[in-house]
C-alpha cells in the first residue's frame, strides 16, 4: 500500500447541504424536517442554506431585504422574526400552512 505525501493526499470537500437542494421537492422535504424537530435556530440555519442554493442576491432581491441582513438573521444559532422567515419563505417561492 502506497503512502501519500502531503502534496498528493486528496482533498476532501467540506459537506455544503446547499448542493443538494437544487429542487423545489428537495427544500420542501428539507424544510418540514427541520420544522417537525422544532428547533428555530436549525429553522434559521435550513433557510440560509436554501437561500445559498437558491442565490443570496436573489433572495434578498424578491424579499426585500438586504443580503447583509440576510445573511445575519439566517445564520447558525440565529433567531430571526417571524416577518424575516415569512418573507424569505415567499422569495423562495413557497408557503407556510398549518395542517390540523
Known sequence: M???????QAKIREFD???L?????AITEYLNQV?????DAELAAALG?????KGMTVISESSG???EALYKALRPRSKPRFDTVYRVVQALGLRI????
Not at 502506497?2 to 498528493?8: E, P, R, T, V, Y
Open 2 to 8: 502506497k503512502k501519500l505525501h502531503k502534496n498528493n
Open 65 to 67: 431585504i438586504t443580503r
Open 35 to 39: 420544522i417537525a424537530e422544532g428547533d
Open 17 to 19: 447541504i446547499a448542493r
Open 97 to 100: 400552512a398549518v395542517h390540523a
Open 49 to 53: 442554506h436554501i437561500a445559498r442554493a
Open 21 to 25: 437542494l437544487k429542487s423545489k421537492r
